[in-house]
Each structure stands twice: as structure tokens, then as C-alpha cells.
């Protein structure tokens, strides 16, 4: 046999099934599949797990952080968007006097917060501009 199953996989890697499944969900692995459905590990994915596994305990990160940094590296609009966000600085609103900066930014997280409350009607990508208007 040139590859394992999904509990003979976990049995050689330490992963569960269920890590396994999570592991392929957030598309770090990508098993074959038997005639009949089945997760097939072969050697590739043996090393791919054997790898992420030294690198998650290398740097002290979690596979959602993985996960991350390949969503990131696919999305160049996230990308940038990170980017923007990680080299902004705080900055006062020109409208807005200094003495009621605080309560202005505390109005602003109440309205954030019940807009993710609603209901979501529409995708994301357009909420996303209705508020770089707002």
C-alpha cells in the first residue's frame, strides 16, 4: 500500500482525525481520495504534516496562524489591507476636538457592534465599502 488512512495517519503523526480534517479544511494538506472517498496520506503529506509540526512548535504558532499566513499569502487584497493597518498610526478625526475623541471612538465601536449583530444580507467585500464611506 502506498499510502494510509486517515486513523493509520494519525497514529503515525500524532494528529487526530479530527486535527487532520482541520488541517486539510484551512487548506495546509490536501489528501487524494480512495475510488470510494476515503483521505489517502501518502509520503508527501506524511512530510507535510512532520514539517508543520516542527514549524508550529519552532516559532510557538498554531496551525490557525498558518492557516493565516497562506490566506494571506493568496489574498493580495488582505494583504494589503493588513499592511495599511499594521503601518497606520492613530490619528484624531480633524472634526473631532481632542476632548471628545474618546467618547467619538466608544460611539464608533457601538455602531461596529451592532452592525455585526445584524444579519448579514449581503457579502462581505460590500459592507466592507459601505463602510470606508461611512
Known sequence: MDALTIQEAAETT????????????????EPRRSASG????GPEELQRLRTLRQLTERYGIG????????????DTSLQKAVAAWLDEK????????PGDWLRWEQDKHQQLLAEIRQPRTQPAACRHEEQEHA
Not at 476515503?38 to 496520506?41: F, M, P
Open 90 to 97: 492613530p490619528r484624531r478625526p480633524d472634526d473631532v476636538a
Open 38 to 41: 476515503y483521505r489517502l496520506y
Open 14 to 29: 500524532g494528529w487526530s482525525p479530527r486535527m487532520l480534517r482541520y488541517i486539510e479544511r484551512i487548506g495546509l494538506i
Open 63 to 74: 496551525l490557525a496562524d498558518v492557516g493565516f499566513a497562506l490566506r494571506l499569502r493568496r
